[in-house]
């Protein structure tokens, strides 16, 4: 089993989701109880507020010593495993070259390059993380990983004598 070396997640962002998760609930609770007025459009109301219970989460990025693995808190990637993607650091990744774009921006969409973490693989593609962590957050996770990066390579550099 490898080791953990770093788990970035946002207190922040994982109470706002629980909140809105809560809100949610009792938005369906108070459409259920007034399901006899219009179950229609109550129905509908009800079948959103519960979807989004189980839809929305927040990112969480787990550095392990072979891999870095993107994970979504909803409760929809716990029962289905979706939104769990594998990067693999040995096999995949060039030696070190990662970054995060850190650029102001005159207004700030849902999810933009600002928040993506960027890895650059061995065949020369990028690979993207996009993310709402925090920046601070996302420059642990790339000094972790190039940390671990120049780890493996010292491992498999040539000795000299």
């Not at 519960?50 to 989460?57: D, M, N, P, Q």
């Not at 939104?83 to 070259?97: E, Q």
């Not at 993380?129 to 190039?146: G, M």
Request: glycine share 4%.
């Amino acid at each position: 089993m490898p080791k953990v070396v770093y788990k970035a997640f946002s207190v922040f962002e994982f109470i706002k989701m629980l909140f809105l998760r809560g809100c949610m609930l009792v938005a369906a609770g108070y459409c259920f109880a007034h399901f006899e007025e219009n179950p229609v459009v109550i129905s509908v109301a009800i079948l959103l507020c519960l979807a989004l219970v189980i839809f929305i989460g927040d990112d969480r990025i787990i550095v392990y010593e072979d891999r870095v693995v993107e994970k979504d808190s909803s409760l929809a990637a716990y029962w289905f495993s979706f939104k769990h993607r594998i990067l693999s650091k040995p096999d995949v990744f060039a030696s070190g070259v990662i970054s995060i774009l850190n650029l102001p921006t005159p207004r700030k969409a849902a999810i933009s390059d600002n928040d993506a973490i960027f890895f650059e693989l061995k065949d020369g593609n990028i690979q993207r993380i996009e993310t709402t962590l925090a920046i601070d957050i996302r420059k642990n996770i790339v000094q972790k990983v190039n940390l671990q990066l120049r780890e493996i390579s010292s491992d498999n550099s040539p000795k000299r004598r």
